[in-house]
């Protein structure tokens, strides 16, 4: 059924009376009318239902007359919206609804904020009644920029007759989509009725209605005709999807059309969904489903501070679109790389680099850790890799001498997909020569203990392996070596004598790794704290703290690769300040822009930047792309940065104390709920961190990305409108670092039911 | 000397009395005032300017009272910026000016266009009358809104006193970004006075300017303090930017920090710049450039075009944000897959993959080529890269019968940073082991014939080892091989014999790169046309038809990198399309989102496509990045590609004809001068190709990347407001596809003068 929002460019454009003529010509057109008018405050003067109310008694929905959240509003417009449903059902006829909000587009809702911000998460198509009069050129165009800042569709802009109607809609026409159609009534608008009684419509207006009767039956069938468009264009959309697309990370062959998600807008934390429906019973419609994979994890702001990100992307765009950054400086950029250095780098870092994602900031990391460990070994002369295989035997003579640089991780790592990063990496049924013959696994990378929540308890595992080192290492025998722990604090205590053990382990392999071969370790590289694409893995932070320590003893480069763990994914502004690790080199991106664009910042130490000071500009970093510090990401970057710490958005945030000493996430997740699922037959463990809530199913069989157990449990979360997506044998929910608590227990419930 | 643009929201807010009452206080503060009001038209009402002309009899400037350009009114309002500058020089006296705006942000300018559009280019600090009546909100928000998506800044906003204007207030300062100020008047607007007699200011006006006098001194204050910040800022830029950003591509050691450009925001092809100017003289102030690198050859609008792309974004980013793309659907992506595949993919593109930056597309690209190589070739076991040195003697067995993968491209090419289009090149003084201990030069890379403009003619210089094929291939004698040609057409023109010639040449060499080694090429990857970082070489098109032939007829995957050849940069759609060639991969990216932000499509045939289905999602191709298809990209690229073809909006498309059978862009740079810079003795050769016009000068000893010729050409061009970055020994000036001829025409008649 079509829906749409009335709004008035101005106060006193004739709001009301173009709902009269809608509300008259539906009902001529023998179409079920449902008229709206949720909120009826004091202002502006045009608020006045009755006129509409007179002519459809039935559909008087005045909600609301008084101060009332944004949710009620929703809720009410969304039952009135069903009703009307229903009612088109019983009576097997066609149907409209018109909502009518009050004032401008602009103008506080009951709840305060502004009702284009208030309505947004319906957002329906807008009827835009735009000003007539002089300088109603202004007042309509700007009323239609805020509509559309919003991501409303404004499919007419209608004007009433007056001397400065024709100006004004050629003027409006040329400054506003080619699919906005601006409509001129052919009459002037009459002077409203005094009287409030509701019988006694006058004269005047009913003449009004009548001589624009045509005019309004036609605006009604385009009305009719858009919503049509709408939907068939949504209908079509997954077949164009499949027809055309080729999706990332993605088996095409195993996708159905049926499947495909098509998504008609994002509003904060959810997204509408289009749902085909069935002809017989459900109609095709919209449904709103959480983000619960936050998009790859990026997102960042609930509902109500994506309008302040677009607006901070809006004025850079229009301020600067892009400008070309080498030797060159503007404010959004100056003023991140000002924040990153304060916050995120502070206490180590000395220098941003931006880049466009978090592959390219993972290059760009290891070409600086390279150059840093080849700058401080002046002495040696390093082998390139053999880039003739016909010249193999040459090359592995000059390897014997010169040795290849490596780099030492953990396995189950990710960094990203583009050579350089899964070069780092060990091999993965991601990450193969199946997937590029130029892949080469070129380092150390030592399968890490874990962390993870199973039964009420924080439980440490230590690989077969590792164990006798932590037996040999350890102060204490290895019975008291503790590795359940109450609470994730004790994880993350002082626990000197597993870290020296690891730290042993750590230089043991490190050792066979170079011994006897022309390799030598060069940078070490990780993601701190939680491995995300590995399985949202939580590695025991002494380890990672043994791992850091070890290398910068001996002046090898620490990386963290902060992409996915940075930017309070994790409940703090970075994951290296869990750890109590400063890094050499880290990387930023997903949450850094708040959820929008991708933008992404690698950051070093002065130490690292000065081994590129050369006279030669060969001996720079040669490393750039097009866009560079864009200053549209850079802008929604430096807003997201202050939402996200901004105690009047996020309610989330917890002062500092004796325990904490710096800013941080309270606990999102409700503890019982947790613990509940902690003990869950068919949960292996939990990792709970920040934003971050992922259970490992226990699996039959096949484990790992061959498990289908997640993917069952995602499908019937999606039922419950939560969007879920598997990750091998794990099945994530994941927030927004201002995401309401409520809003994560109720995710735990709906998990908790579908397991 | 600040200068402020006042703004009112809607009319009869009380704009002429609030610069009245700002001009009075100008007097009392002992500064020199300014007011320019350079648009009278008949409306809206408050437009008159006699009030504060009373007050300040000197000032009267309305510049026009009918209808004028845009340009007219710029050059007007800076002549008034120049004197009002001059005056307080001679006076040795501070100054102020104010330039009144008639009618709303969004009411049409003399020309048509809107208000905030035309006085764009200035970028003046706006005061924003707001409306402080019942209503108010709506207008002022929306008002304030329509200034900032133009990327005004809006220190203040004043709101005349009245029964609204405490709520006004408190609502509006909720909804505008902290730094702007909103400000309430302390008493109400007096009615203003009846007759056009200056000197009979009535008394209710007196009487209120009076008693709103301490309200506009503070005013004044603020906005004279308000103008010092900013400039602090802009002068504090660039020792900012030399401590916190690491810069691409940049030498840091050879950057002073008075040379640092900081850009205080773009307007279509220029930017305006700060120049700190000296303290006796000329004061700190902000010159325009024109952006003649195109900011790395993004660029894609002119100035009247940016606030389409904005608007389009500021869309995008209210319906969206971004939201996931892996088997999922949104209409900007859906939109912008069509538009590609019916535009540069036309007859070959069956699918579309988003990625992030071209050497993200490139790096797809490559990956979709070497699968779909050994997907036709089942049987042979391809050999790894040897992983482990260690190992290398058991790799180098293997290789003996299992064929490493190699690339076939051209000497002097660029694919991009990261690690694998790196190694997709030969290697260069930005590309080896230097710059990364892994990067290793994977292919056989033929030194390809070129072409450049000299003396008048279009040249093709074939390198010495080609001669001897050319010779022995060519059907007819040395001598008769046209290597010469008066125009380009002839170049591009079926050169059927040369090309054999080159076939021959690289059927050759292909079979030495493979003869008697375990490697096999497996992709041919180049840049059509022109090699943009290797110094805007053009290639002889018959070698690259050549080449691409000779892959397809050996089932060997073609990708070209149109990345920066493509979308319009060549003025043509496609470098593909020039030279006939059907790729099975090629990349975009720069122009694709008209000069934005980051986003680029790597673009493939079915067949490849088909390569990658199979019942495991392991076969898939593993690549993605966190923003995929993120909507605010792909709502700007469908914008872009649309601006670029719209007649009203791009002047320079040429309708197809017989010689040129598609749409394109006409010749942009005059024939005459091209012609001379083409004989000029310090000249080389030009390219001259769509938007982009290089001149490759002379050098005296060092050539290439260490040459400084054209370093000291694009100096003395900055000086005289060109922006111009060198590229080795060649100068370039690039333009959008929709600049003017005319300033094509100044632009190198600047050229012309300081070579």
């Not at 008694?57 to 009703?83: I, K, R, W």
Request: glycine share 8%; hydrophobic share 40%.
């Amino acid at each position: 059924m079509p829906v749409y929002m009335m709004w008035g460019a101005n106060t006193d454009v004739g709001k009301t009376l173009v709902s009269a003529g809608l509300a008259a010509a539906t009902k001529r057109s023998n179409r079920l009318l449902t008229f709206i008018k949720p909120v009826q405050t004091g202002f502006p003067e045009d608020s006045d239902a009755r006129l509409v109310v007179w002519l459809t008694p039935s559909a008087d929905s005045c909600l609301f007359g008084h101060a009332v959240t944004d949710a009620q509003l929703h809720t009410a417009v969304l039952a009135g919206l069903n009703d009307a449903a229903d009612l088109c059902h019983q009576h097997n006829l066609p149907g409209i609804t018109f909502v009518e909000t009050a004032g401008g587009p602009a103008s506080p809702a009951p709840s305060g904020s502004l009702q284009c911000d208030c309505w947004r998460p319906l957002r329906l198509p807008a009827i835009l009644v735009g000003d007539a009069r002089l300088g109603g050129i202004s007042t309509s165009v700007t009323a239609y920029e805020t509509l559309r800042a919003r991501g409303y569709d404004v499919p007419v802009i209608v004007l009433a007759a007056g001397s400065h109607a024709r100006p004004n809609r050629d003027a409006i026409q040329a400054n506003v989509r080619a699919e906005t159609d601006v409509v001129v009534l052919p009459h002037p608008l009459p002077a409203l009725p005094a009287t409030k009684n509701r019988t006694a419509l006058d004269g005047a207006l009913q003449e009004w209605l009548q001589n624009c009767a045509p005019a309004f039956d036609a605006l009604l069938a385009q009305l009719v005709r858009r919503h049509q468009q709408r939907m068939i264009l949504l209908g079509e959309a997954q077949a164009a999807a499949k027809k055309n697309f080729w999706w990332p990370f993605t088996q095409h062959s195993t996708v159905l059309q049926d499947s495909v998600t098509a998504i008609d807008s994002r509003c904060g934390e959810s997204f509408a969904v289009y749902q085909s429906g069935n002809k017989s019973d459900t109609p095709a419609h919209l449904q709103m489903q959480y983000d619960a994979c936050a998009s790859w994890w990026t997102q960042g702001v609930s509902a109500e501070l994506q309008p302040r990100l677009v607006s901070s992307m809006a004025y850079a765009a229009g301020r600067y679109g892009h400008v070309i950054f080498p030797e060159n400086t503007h404010q959004p950029a100056l003023d991140l790389a000002q924040k990153l250095l304060d916050g995120v780098g502070q206490g180590w870092a000395g220098k941003v680099f931006f880049s466009d994602n978090g592959s390219t900031a993972i290059e760009v990391a290891i070409k600086m850790a390279m150059r840093k460990y080849k700058h401080d070994r002046p002495g040696i002369i390093f082998a390139r890799s053999p880039s003739d295989p016909g010249t193999l035997t040459q090359a592995q003579t000059a390897c014997d001498s010169h040795p290849e640089l490596h780099v030492i991780g953990l396995t189950n790592g990710y960094h990203g997909d583009t050579l350089g990063a899964m070069d780092a990496v060990a091999e993965t049924p991601y990450n193969n020569d199946d997937q590029t013959p130029w892949f080469q696994s070129r380092g150390l990378f030592l399968q890490p203990p874990t962390v993870g929540l199973a039964q009420g308890q924080w439980q440490v595992s230590i690989p077969s392996e590792m164990w006798d080192f932590v037996k040999r290492h350890a102060r204490s025998q290895m019975h008291d070596v503790q590795l359940t722990f109450p609470r994730r604090e004790g994880v993350f205590g002082q626990r000197q004598d597993v870290q020296d053990a690891y730290a042993a382990y750590i230089a043991s392999h490190w050792q066979q790794h170079e011994s006897g071969r022309p390799v030598r370790i060069a940078a070490c590289i990780m993601e701190p704290v939680l491995q995300g694409a590995g399985g949202m893995v939580m590695i025991d932070p002494a380890f990672q703290r043994a791992m850091a320590q070890h290398c910068q003893q001996h002046n090898i480069p620490v990386i963290l690769d902060e992409i996915f763990s940075g930017i309070w994914r994790l409940g703090h502004l970075s994951a290296a300040e869990m750890l109590g690790i400063k890094p050499d080199i880290a990387c930023y991106a997903k949450l850094l822009t708040g959820g929008m664009l991708p933008l992404s910042a690698t950051l070093a130490t002065n130490s690292i930047f000065e081994a590129f000071q050369h006279d030669s500009k060969l001996k720079a970093l040669l490393h750039g792309h097009s866009y560079t510090a864009h200053a549209i990401g850079c802008s929604a970057a430096v807003t997201a940065l202050d939402l996200y710490t901004d105690p009047t958005c996020n309610p989330n945030l917890r002062e500092p104390d004796q325990q904490t000493p710096s800013l941080s996430l309270v606990s999102l997740w409700d503890d019982k709920l947790v613990d509940q699922l902690s003990r869950h037959a068919r949960v292996q463990k939990l990792t709970v961190l920040g934003t971050v809530f992922a259970a490992e199913l226990k699996t039959e069989g096949v484990s790992g990305y061959g498990a289908t157990e997640a993917i069952q449990v995602a499908k019937d979360l999606r039922l419950r409108g939560i969007y879920a997506r598997p990750l091998g044998n794990v099945v994530y929910l994941m927030v927004t670092p201002t995401t309401a608590q409520e809003t994560c227990k109720k995710l735990l419930q709906e998990l908790h039911s579908v397991l």
